[in-house]
């Protein structure tokens, strides 16, 4: 009796305790955080699993003779084949495989860049900064109690994701190979494919996966608002082909009775924006007559007009800003012979070449615009080709010419301001303060409509393309100031027609409003 009970007491004080299964990276963390993922891979096989309640740990005996499957918190799922289990089995002899999976807060993972090296050749994509890992959601998978690697059918890994993602890549985490360096996440022995609704991870090892993705910065916009956005920009597309149509008469009345140059400016880029707008509605209304997947000729020659009628557009908007430019900085002794004409073998022949050889690449065709968090709709236009490979990089060129106008348009409407205030306080300091106070209110409700006039015809609206990226209001500020850039271009060539009616009756005229609006060079 006396040796039954020492056998007792011996095989309990022997016995380690098992610890809970949610407690296990804390523990490991707490022994040594630098291989605390060894630590892990020991005790999850072993740990107590919650008897009651959703667990992110998941044991199984699985069969080597059939294909496993787990799935872990109704996002994640594991598919190990049966080729190997058996390739496991074989290596502990036992047809039973005790696979555990788990999911772990990708938060315990933290890595820096490694110690620089010479004489080492990088192969792998290294990791981007701004590359996040999905759900914040790290999952683990071990098979046996052996590591496991070099397998010729590979396990699968899905993780779902929200349909916001644009791309993403699996990885699995790199153990350090010195004590002075950190794991990183490396994409070796990782296949990434993805879904609607998943990313599916084949890797050739087992080991703590996750898929990193980039954060997309757009401003997700659901049907309901793109069905808005849309109408809107047909109706101002509509209404500024119009009213654009309508003040090349304005323009040409005006240019008849007084023959400024800044006049004929006006008018071309007039021309260029009812260019722009029908050839934006034609490149709309074709893609409704085409099939889905067809491309034809007529729909690449409506692309190659839309864009060489955007690229016409700014840079008439940039010879306006030059004009501008000429008319504010050099205003004494201007002589520029055949200065029209040069202008307009820059603002037509420019846009005509590189609309050429672009049309010449194949540039052009169908293109596909994806309306995110909307049940995958999808809206076509005649524009850039989706078949082109370097289609992005067409069209990157293109909107930094945009913004590098737009910004230069807007220093020289500061330069305006900067102008007008200067002629105002010189003219003030002349006058008394009964009279200045007389005209002060009409002369800034003038100089105002002189100055946001002005930002039409500079193009500086395209500037709140920024706020599309913050805000659903800025989107819809954005499409409703573009789509009716015809409309204010049709009010400018108002004001200017009253304001040369006026000048005709009246011998008075406003130095600062006067040279902002009409002045322009001699002959």
Not at 196 to 221: G, Q, R, T, W, Y
Request: overall charge positive; glycine content about 4%.
């Amino acid at each position: 009796m006396m040796r039954i009970a020492l056998y007792l007491l011996t095989l309990c004080f022997s016995t380690t305790k098992a610890e809970p299964c949610n407690a296990i990276v804390s523990i490991c963390m707490d022994q040594d955080p630098s291989i605390w993922t060894r630590c892990y891979e020991d005790k999850i096989t072993t740990c107590l699993m919650p008897r009651i309640g959703p667990s992110s740990v998941i044991q199984l005996t699985a069969n080597s003779s059939e294909k496993a499957e787990v799935k872990i918190l109704s996002r994640h799922r594991v598919e190990v084949p049966s080729s190997a289990l058996q390739r496991i089995g074989r290596t502990q002899s036992d047809e039973s495989i005790r696979l555990v999976a788990a999911v772990i807060n990708s938060s315990f993972f933290q890595q820096t860049p490694p110690p620089s090296r010479r004489r080492v050749l990088i192969t792998q994509k290294p990791v981007d900064k701004q590359e996040t890992v999905l759900t914040e959601q790290v999952l683990f998978l071990k098979a046996g109690s052996q590591s496991v690697s070099g397998l010729t059918e590979p396990v699968q890994l899905i993780f779902n994701h929200n349909k916001t993602e644009n791309s993403g890549r699996c990885v699995f985490w790199k153990e350090p190979h010195a004590m002075n360096e950190t794991g990183q996440w490396s994409a070796e022995g990782c296949d990434t494919t993805k879904s609607e609704e998943e990313f599916i991870c084949s890797c050739n090892h087992l080991s703590f996966f996750a898929v990193l993705v980039n954060p997309d910065l757009n401003l997700k916009v659901d049907g309901s608002n793109a069905v808005r956005l849309s109408v809107i920009t047909y109706i101002g597309s509509v209404l500024s082909a119009l009213f654009a149509f309508i003040s090349l008469f304005n323009y040409v009345h005006l240019h008849r009775r007084r023959p400024e140059k800044a006049l004929g400016i006006h008018m071309q880029l007039t021309v260029a924006l009812l260019c722009l707008h029908l050839s934006f509605l034609s490149c709309s209304f074709w893609t409704f007559l085409l099939d889905e997947k067809e491309d034809g000729l007529v729909c690449r020659g409506l692309g190659l007009f839309l864009h060489w009628s955007l690229m016409a557009t700014f840079t008439w908007v940039a010879l306006e800003g030059f004009h501008l430019y000429l008319l504010l900085i050099r205003v004494f002794n201007i002589y520029v012979r055949r200065y029209l004409l040069k202008l307009s073998m820059v603002g037509w022949g420019l846009p005509t070449v590189v609309a050429v050889i672009c049309g010449i690449l194949g540039v052009y065709g169908k293109y596909t615009l994806q309306i995110k968090d909307s049940n995958n709709q999808t809206s076509q236009i005649c524009w850039m080709s989706d078949n082109f490979r370097q289609r992005q990089l067409v069209t990157y060129i293109t909107l930094a010419s945009i913004c590098l106008v737009v910004l230069c348009n807007s220093c020289m409407l500061l330069l305006v301001v900067v102008k007008i205030r200067g002629l105002r306080s010189g003219r003030d300091y002349e006058c008394n303060d009964l009279k200045m106070n007389k005209e002060k209110w009409p002369r800034l409700w003038k100089d105002c409509a002189t100055v946001l006039g002005l930002s039409w015809v500079l193009a500086l609206p395209w500037g709140l393309a920024g706020l599309t990226y913050a805000t659903l209001l800025g989107i819809y500020l954005f499409t409703i100031c573009n789509s009716l850039q015809g409309v204010f271009m049709f009010l400018w060539s108002v004001a200017l027609l009253c304001k040369t009616r006026s000048e005709n009756n009246s011998s008075v005229r406003d130095p600062s409003s006067q040279k902002m609006m009409m002045t322009s060079f001699n002959n």
